[in-house]
Nanobody, 116 residues
């Protein structure tokens, strides 16, 4: 029932920045953790960043110091600020609403391409 709509993807040069947004159709951040995943062609989907309902954040090692996950509860929106982008960051990025032992919700994905 929850819908997640992403925006902010696009084409950037190496070293550039993008901010992805994921807007939820209802207020869920008090009970769901929010994740950003990404999937490159021919590779498995991988977890990039998480923000829990209490506001704790975590990141995969390859993006630490470059990416920041945040949320705006009033706007029902979670963000992924991506700085110092590298070609290996190229992927479809998905937001995910996550609860233990409960089926979550996925956005449609947004393409991020890092290329000169």
């Amino acid at each position: 029932q929850v819908q997640l709509v992403e925006s902010g993807g696009g084409l950037v040069q190496p070293g550039g920045s993008l901010r992805l947004s994921c807007a939820a159709s209802e207020s869920i951040f008090n009970i769901y953790a929010m994740d950003w995943y990404r999937q490159a062609p021919g590779k498995q989907r991988e977890l990039v960043a998480t923000i829990t309902s209490s506001g704790r954040t975590s990141y995969r090692d390859s993006v630490k110091g470059r990416f920041t996950i945040s949320r705006d509860n009033a706007k029902n929106t979670v963000y992924l600020q991506m700085n110092s982008l590298k070609p290996e960051d190229t992927a479809v990025y998905y937001c995910h609403a996550d609860r233990p032992a409960v089926a979550g919700y996925w956005g449609q994905g947004t393409q991020v391409t890092v290329s000169s």
